[in-house]
């Protein structure tokens, strides 16, 4: 059974810093993507970054705009883990921050944490 579980969610004031870590298993073979995603109360999930599988030979990450320059993803293979360091939190960073995971082939995530809660306030 694939299971991601996320960790590292937390308060933390605005300026600070956090990492979230997603640990797989279940899976395979190293061959998915992995996202991270975030919803807000009152509003749509969106993307906030993913990493191109492990499988891949070009290791590639995406950030979306509202988070370029302050959020870096990692991914650690022999852990199966996956990473977001969040710099530089701003309180519209609050939401809950899931993982997520696609098998290479497929067209979209199949696979979900259960979320961890990020608020940031002073």
């Known amino acids: 059974e694939v299971q991601l579980v996320e960790s590292g969610g937390g308060l933390v004031q605005p300026g600070g810093s956090l990492r979230l870590s997603c640990a797989a298993s279940?899976?395979?073979?190293?061959?998915?993507?992995v996202g991270w995603f975030r919803q807000a109360p009152g509003k749509e999930r969106e993307g906030v970054s993913c990493?191109?599988?492990?499988?891949?030979?070009?290791?590639?990450?995406f950030y979306a705009d509202s988070v370029k320059g302050r959020f870096t993803m990692s991914r650690d293979i022999a852990k199966n883990t996956v990473y977001l360091q969040m710099n530089s939190l701003k309180p519209e960073d609050t939401a809950v921050y899931y993982c997520?995971?696609?098998?290479?082939?497929?067209?979209?995530?199949?696979?979900w944490g259960q979320g961890t809660q990020v608020t940031v306030s002073s």
């Open positions: 990493i191109t599988s492990a499988a891949s030979s070009v290791r590639t990450t």
């Open positions: 997520a995971a696609q098998v290479t082939g497929t067209t979209r995530y199949d696979y």
């Open positions: 279940g899976f395979t073979d190293d061959d998915y993507a």
